[in-house]
């Protein structure tokens, strides 16, 4: 296995290649990463259409952004991989790497599929909840797959014009 190599300099997220090495090294651990039983590890391992492949600065954090024909009828943008596994909190990357999806498709649905069996859930008010960083982000529950993993989407919030909280009032005597 290679090593990942930080970037060292900068921080937040960085664009890389599908099949960057040092991405591959953290998607590996990822839940969802499928290992072909006779050993292969293709070069490329985002998928096919159109993709944003993130990692953080430091190596701490991935994320795969994919528009693409969905076989199951999803429409947007899917975020087809996001592994933190250290830095900021995983809420605070994931909106941020929200903004960079809608830097590229602006106004596109993201959506997300979270396998309730794949990943352990986090209790909330005595409840389970699978992808939890996505709720904190703002997204919501939109189905279930045929194969039962948990569908989730969020919209981009409108821009809203002629936003006056900034405007200084002064009172003429």
């Known amino acids: 296995?290679?090593?990942?190599?930080?970037?060292?300099?900068?921080?937040?997220?960085?664009?890389?290649?599908?099949?960057?090495?040092?991405?591959?090294?953290?998607?590996?651990?990822?839940?969802?990463?499928?290992?072909y039983k006779d050993g292969r590890t293709p070069k490329l391992f985002a998928g096919?259409?159109?993709?944003?492949?993130?990692?953080?600065?430091?190596?701490?954090?991935?994320?795969?952004?994919?528009?693409?024909?969905?076989?199951?009828?999803?429409?947007?943008?899917s975020c087809a991989v996001f592994r933190r596994e250290s830095g900021p909190a995983a809420s605070v990357l994931l909106s941020e790497a929200m903004g960079i999806a809608w830097d590229r498709w602006p106004g596109e649905r993201l959506y997300t599929y979270v396998d309730p069996f794949g990943v352990p859930p986090t209790m909330r008010a005595g409840r389970p909840t699978w992808g939890h960083c996505f709720y904190q982000c703002g997204w919501k529950f939109a189905g279930l797959t045929s194969k039962r993993l948990h569908i989730l989407e969020v919209f981009q919030p409108k821009q809203t014009t002629g936003n006056h909280q900034n405007e200084i009032t002064e009172d003429w005597e």
Not at 52 to 75: E, H, P, Y
């Open 48 to 77: 096919p259409g159109f993709k944003i492949v993130l990692m953080t600065a430091d190596a701490g954090a991935i994320c795969v952004w994919r528009k693409f024909i969905s076989m199951d009828n999803q429409d947007g943008v």
């Open 1 to 35: 296995m290679k090593a990942v190599q930080p970037f060292l300099i900068g921080s937040g997220w960085m664009e890389l290649k599908d099949g960057d090495d040092s991405v591959r090294t953290i998607f590996d651990r990822h839940y969802s990463r499928y290992h």
